[in-house]
């Protein structure tokens, strides 16, 4: 977990400068089973299970990804 200070982009997906955050490479093991799509959750996806359509890009439809979501949505719908 983490990368390498260099990569680029490191640290811009807050606004912080880049290096500023904690992202020091790291082993990290997986004690819990978990799941995993081989599909990216779709629109349509997600107002099946949550009855309602955050995506910023609405006229995509349905078939898209969705994008506009917190965390918070995100962890609801894998609940």
Known sequence: MGSPPDETGRGDWDGSPAGSLDETRHQVTLTRP????DAEVTAGDFFTVMGYRP?????????????WVTW???????N
């Open 34 to 37: 978990y799941e995993l799509s």
């Open 55 to 67: 995506s910023y890009y609405s006229e995509c439809g349905d078939s898209c990804a969705v994008e």
């Open 72 to 78: 918070s949505e995100a962890a609801a719908f894998c």
